[in-house]
């Protein structure tokens, strides 16, 4: 049985990133799943992540963190929960 922790709420997106609320740790390197109501998971890997400022930033790890990380395709809706296996 797999267990799932949630890391992170989308919050916006554009210019192939979408923007992250950080709720718990995640690094690059990471397999994470984007869940949106009504549409099947969208499995992605963090190639990167940046700060506000578009710093590259090797991991998110304060609660509330806002980061973008790059994102292509159909953007999910704000408030997706963002997962990751534990």
Known sequence: MRAWEVVAVVVG???????LSERN???VGDQIEILSPGCPPISLGIT???DEEG???PFANHPEMRVKIPFSGQ???AGSMVRRAT
Do not use: C, K, S, V
């Open 25 to 27: 740790r995640f690094a």
């Open 55 to 57: 710093n590259n930033i």
């Open 13 to 19: 997106g554009g210019d192939g990133t979408i923007t």
């Open 75 to 77: 953007l999910p809706m």
């Open 48 to 50: 990167a992540i940046m």
